[in-house]
């Protein structure tokens, strides 16, 4: 089908989606900045993933991050609008980042008119796919109003479940979210982690790493048909491929990607989960990216 693209998709550097994918999508990303061992580095554009994973491993730096400023989401709007009829800009949750309001200021300095901002309330790999499915809309032809609107049934149906080595990067962040009350438990419980209501909750509590990663497989399972699935991961490639290789006999599409500077700054390496929809909402096609197909 002939690309129809009369509306430019955005989206911040936490949604971790894979370079080659937002290429062939046409979706422009607006990174945030991390800062780790003193320096500050533009996620994804001037430190990769596997470099910063090595940086914190080998001098036990701490790691914070910034969002975009507003200007760079204005610049980045009127560039877009030059030969485009809209933006729609799809962004971290609002209660994890202040992104999303830079973003807004941004559209109100360069077109607001012109360009939809919307809180996805979601991070990391179910922003990815929700990313995919508007740009994969925008090539069929569709205006802002109507992306915004298909996308409602995908957002009410993903489902996102994952598991960290340590609540402490959550926590030291500040985005522990309804995590918090198992802080100090950790020894003796691994917990299943979702996102609800725009932020961290605790879903399940299990004994050992293990049954923890298997109940992240068997969350996933749960949802009918086939999936449009993304498996990410903060230095965790084994237990990424376990997951993705569950979940490939049911995957419509399959994305198994490191989880960025940002993301893993906050949810600490040997975080390991995956973001899931219904095929049926929205089929994506998609298999490109994954590590399972060199293997």
Same mark, same amino acid.
């Given at each position: 089908m002939a690309d129809r693209r009369r509306v430019a998709v955005v989206t911040d550097s936490t949604s971790d989606l894979p370079p080659d994918l937002a290429s062939q999508g046409q979706v422009t990303t607006v990174p945030l900045t /991390? +800062?780790? #061992? $003193?320096?500050?580095?533009l996620d994804g554009v001037e430190i990769t993933a596997d470099a910063f994973y090595a940086q914190l491993a080998n001098e036990g730096a701490t790691a914070s991050t910034s969002q975009p400023a507003p200007g760079r989401f204005a610049e980045t709007y009127s560039r877009l609008l030059a030969d485009h009829d809209e933006v729609v800009s799809l962004h971290i949750s609002s209660k994890m980042s202040g992104t999303y309001a830079a973003a807004v200021v941004g559209a109100e300095l360069a077109d607001? !008119?012109? %360009?939809? %901002? /919307? !809180? +996805?309330g979601l991070v990391s790999m179910p922003l990815a796919l929700v990313v995919l499915a508007a740009s994969a809309m925008a090539a069929? #032809? !569709? #205006?802002?109003?109507?992306i915004v609107e298909r996308l409602g049934p995908v957002q009410e149906g993903m489902r996102v479940y994952f598991m960290v080595a340590t609540l402490e990067h959550l926590r030291r962040g500040g985005r522990i979210g309804r995590a918090s009350a @198992? /802080? $100090?438990?950790m020894l003796q419980v691994k917990p299943v982690l979702t996102i609800a209501d725009g932020q961290v909750a605790p879903l399940e509590r299990v004994r050992t790493h293990e049954r923890a990663l298997t109940r992240v497989i068997e969350l996933a399972n749960e949802l009918p048909g086939q999936l449009c699935a993304f498996v990410g991961h903060a230095a965790a490639e084994e237990a990424a491929i376990r997951i993705g290789e569950a979940l490939e006999p049911r995957a419509e599409t399959l994305i198994v990607w490191p989880l960025g500077p940002v993301v893993g700054a906050h949810a600490g390496p040997g975080t390991v989960g995956v973001g899931c929809y219904p095929a049926d909402l929205f089929? @994506? $096609?998609i298999r490109a990216a994954s590590i399972l197909a060199t293997r």
């Open positions: /991390v +800062t780790v #061992g $003193g320096r500050s580095y607001k !008119d012109r %360009v939809r %901002v /919307v !809180d +996805t069929e #032809g !569709d #205006g802002a109003e109507r @198992l /802080v $100090g438990s089929p @994506l $096609g």
